[in-house]
């Protein structure tokens, strides 16, 4: 079953400044590559530790802040409420709840003394999120084929193909071009299909029945349109092995885009590399090699 993941726009007011809103302390493995065996679940996942208890977190690119934890694992981990702020995220205005982590272990890295958000994920069986800032602090590589991640550097993008990507709210976005129009999408690990917007795309769509969706507001059924689109390039290139969904409001590269293309992302440089799938074996951490310039 395939689940769409709630995109987690925090907003921090001013009632709390930002140096009591703690950010990890990242530390990598001493060659500076931490290596990650991907599961996938509705999306995919990630083994940690915290306070020495296993959790199974979500890897979302499209998770603002450094992630997220369920009350429940939250509760399980020993991770206490540290203190709450008026946030606005999907369901409109609400109380966002921190919780103090003291470290998180997963890959060979850690990060510590920073604080997390604390929320239902309603309908995924997983304990919270792993986020952007966690994910695209150092160079970040995802091949969801061979379920491999890799955070520090990046395989040898010389055959890659480069494209410009840009921060949105600590997001990585990219434009793609739907029938010679530029469409700014967000890569969304957190999805498992890609959805653009009826505002973007108001072209034909084909019918194709109706798929659970989960988000902080629950489970329920959506309608599924799938756009008919006849011209999709990314970077000057035909964009293949995805589809998109037309949605009310979200404009996402999910799941099904990462599976047909592994990327690399470098955000300090504002660059993206788009791979050809490869059914083989994930490339070992000791291969891996900082971005090549172009």
Not at 91 to 113: C, L, M, N, P, Q
Not at 224 to 251: M, Q, W, Y
Request: proline share 6%; charged share 20%.
């Amino acid at each position: 079953m395939k689940f769409l993941s709630t995109l987690l726009l925090l907003t921090w007011f001013s009632s709390l400044s930002a140096q009591e809103i703690k950010k990890p302390k990242t530390e990598l493995p001493p060659n500076g590559i931490a290596t990650f065996k991907l599961h996938l679940r509705s999306i995919p996942t990630i083994r940690v530790k915290i306070n020495g208890k296993d959790l199974v977190l979500g890897v979302d690119t499209g998770c603002q802040g450094p992630g997220v934890l369920t009350p429940q694992a939250a509760l399980h981990c020993g991770v206490q409420e540290a203190f709450s702020t008026p946030s606005m995220g999907n369901s409109g205005r609400s109380e966002t709840v921190f919780g103090y982590i003291k470290e998180i272990s997963a890959g060979g890295a850690k990060w510590k003394d920073f604080h997390i958000s604390i929320m239902p994920l309603d309908g995924m069986d997983i304990d919270g999120l792993l986020g952007a800032d966690i994910l695209f602090e150092h160079a970040f590589y995802m091949d969801l084929t061979n379920r491999v991640m890799i955070l520090g550097k990046t395989p040898d993008t010389s055959s890659a193909h480069e494209v410009s990507c840009y921060s949105r709210g600590g997001h990585c976005g990219v434009n793609i071009e739907v029938e010679g129009q530029k469409v700014p999408m967000i890569v969304d690990s957190g999805a498992s299909k890609s959805y653009m917007s009826s505002l973007k795309f108001k072209g034909e769509t084909k019918f194709q029945g109706f798929l659970p969706v989960a988000s902080v507001r629950g489970v329920g059924l959506t309608r599924v349109e799938v756009c008919d689109i006849h011209s999709l390039r990314l970077g000057g290139a035909p964009l293949t092995g995805v589809e998109f969904i037309r949605d009310k409001e979200h404009n996402l590269l999910g799941d099904d885009f990462l599976m047909a293309h592994p990327i690399a992302v470098d955000m300090p440089s504002r660059r993206l590399w788009l791979f050809e799938a490869q059914k083989s074996n994930p490339i070992p951490a000791a291969e891996a090699s900082a971005p090549k310039t172009k």
